[in-house]
């Protein structure tokens, strides 16, 4: 038997709202599962995000917890609707795995991505031909029509940043990421061309930490920050792993990456320093594709 579905980001924060206001009302699981017709198991699944709560399940479960505040009662059944919203990228199915889709409808919905990177490019920044050689690099027994559909998705998640509502973009980049020559010089010498001309776009911000900056904060490794002022749309922290990326929601994890985010940005050149940099780059590595 399949595996049911993983919650996705939304159900699993409201199920943890429902639970936290639960325990802080002193109503055990059975009572409150009573009162809207279910039981101690059906209170579980939603508040652990595997069964969706029905709107008016939710409004009684906050009267029962004497939850007043309509702003609160607002926030939590946006966050209902919103997590039944299907983005374009339903239309892939099974396809993706649940992180995936986890990442792609925060990128489509937040504010403000910060993005630290130390060993590849950010995927909303990668040329196709990167992309491939990263993806067929990173799993060199990946199918060829695995490595294109993975390509042709990351190419399809960049049109986030072409959109009317693009969230503000700041990328900070270790310089080392750049002089990796992935796919070849020919290759790294476009991509690094491409990030100047993204750099140069408003709601686009790219620095680089430059090598003379022999130890930093940053080191620990990559990870992203995605942010929005509406209630409904999460601050969540990514750091990726080799089977997927993680998701951290935790607020106070969320509040320590933004802050290590500014030290490291502070660790970093100007961004007009930094474009000059990596176009400098850029034209090394053509006149090595030269030889």
């Known amino acids: 038997m ?18 936290r206001l639960r325990e802080g009302s002193g109503i055990s ?3 409150a599962g009573a009162h809207i017709d279910g039981g101690q198991g059906k209170l579980s699944k939603f508040e652990t995000g595997r069964q969706n709560v029905r709107r008016l399940e939710l ?4 009267d029962l917890y004497e939850v007043k505040d309509q702003e609160a009662r607002e926030v939590l059944v946006s966050l209902l609707r919103d997590s039944r919203r299907k983005g374009w990228w339903h239309e892939y199915g099974d396809a993706l795995q649940a992180d995936t889709v986890d990442s792609i409808s ?6 403000c991505i910060l ?62 990421l750049l002089r990796r020559p992935i796919g070849g010089p020919r290759v790294m010498s476009r991509q690094l ?9 408003p709601g686009i911000t ?8 022999a130890v930093y904060p940053g080191m620990y490794g990559s990870f992203r920050a995605l942010f929005s002022a509406q209630p409904t749309v999460l601050a969540v922290v990514e750091t990726p792993h080799w089977t997927g990326g993680r998701h951290v929601e935790e607020p106070s994890q969320v509040e320590s990456h933004r802050l290590l985010f500014d030290t490291i940005r502070s660790n970093a050149l100007p961004s007009k320093r930094s ?12 006149q090595d594709e030269r030889w």
């Open 106 to 111: 925060l990128e489509a919905e937040c504010e």
């Open 2 to 19: 399949p595996a049911p579905p993983r919650p996705n980001i939304r159900q699993r924060r409201l199920g943890s709202e429902l639970r």
């Open 59 to 62: 409004l009684a479960l906050l």
């Open 193 to 201: 061309r491409r990030l100047v001309e993204a750099g140069q776009r």
């Open 115 to 176: 993005q630290y990177s130390n060993m590849t490019l950010p995927c909303l920044l990668q040329t196709e031909p990167y992309a491939r050689a990263l993806i067929s690099g990173l799993d060199p027994h990946l199918p060829d029509e695995q490595v294109e559909f993975l390509v042709r998705l990351r190419m399809r998640r960049q049109q986030t940043l072409d959109s009317v509502n693009a969230p503000r973009f700041v990328a900070l980049l270790d310089e080392a």
């Open 206 to 213: 790219i620095q680089v930490v430059p090598l003379d900056q």
């Open 29 to 31: 699981q059975r009572d």
């Open 275 to 286: 474009l000059e940099l990596i176009s400098r780059i850029s034209g090394e590595l053509a």
